[in-house]
């Protein structure tokens, strides 16, 4: 697996459990959860995605 497919996996998952008890109690920080799914699934696009660029 990827480096970046990994981390955007991770990221997401997290996310997700952080919005999830952030709907039960209330901490600081919990608005981060949503930052951190959005990051993970654009990690997961860009690390699932083919290099079929050339290099410049």
């Known amino acids: 697996m990827n480096v970046l497919s990994v ?3 991770a ?7 952080g919005y ?3 709907t039960t109690v209330a901490y600081p920080g ?8 959005m ?3 654009t990690l997961l696009a ?3 995605s083919d290099a079929t ?4």
């Open 46 to 48: 860009v690390g699932r």
């Open 11 to 17: 990221l997401t998952v997290g996310g997700v459990v």
């Open 30 to 37: 919990r608005a981060f959860s949503l930052t951190a799914v």
């Open 53 to 56: 660029e050339a290099a410049a």
């Open 7 to 9: 981390l955007g996996l």
């Open 20 to 22: 999830i008890a952030g």
């Open 39 to 41: 990051t993970g699934v």
